[in-house]
Nanobody, 125 residues
Framework: QVQLAESGGGLAQAGGSLRLSCAASGNTIRAYNMAWFRQAPGKEREFVAV????????NYADSVKGRFTISRDSASNAVYLQMNSQDPEDAAVYYC??????????????????WGQGNQVTVTT
């Protein structure tokens, strides 16, 4: 059974940093598109970043581009999201997700078949 276990959320000050981790079990992450989404209270879930199964190419939402970095480590079979220069607008529950969809659907949450449990990120001013 495939499972994604997230860790690393918590409290950060505005301008600070946090790193989220997503450890996969039951499969090999390099075979999948691995993404991060987030959902803030009262808002819809939104795409944050993805690292593609093909070539490890990364894509980011405009709101996090230049501040967040997604990466993966084959040895630990995990995906990471380094979040720098955090803004209160970044506060949300962050989810990692796994999929095998085409490039055109990388930002569509419905195309990912496995999700982590979610991890709260709070940013204070």
């Amino acid at each position: 059974q495939v499972q994604l276990a997230e860790s690393g959320g918590g409290l950060a000050q505005a301008g600070g940093s946090l790193r989220l981790s997503c450890a996969a079990s039951g499969n090999t992450i390099r075979a999948y598109n691995m993404a991060w989404f987030r959902q803030a209270p009262g808002k819809e879930r939104e795409f944050v970043a993805v690292i593609r199964r093909s070539g490890g190419i990364t894509n980011y939402a405009d709101s996090v581009k230049g501040r967040f970095t997604i990466s993966r480590d084959s040895a630990s079979n995990a995906v990471y999201l380094q979040m720098n220069s955090q803004d209160p607008e970044d506060a949300a529950v962050y989810y990692c997700a796994e999929g095998q969809q085409s490039t055109s659907a990388l930002g569509e949450g419905g195309m990912y078949h496995t999700w982590g449990q979610g991890n709260q990120v709070t940013v204070t001013t």
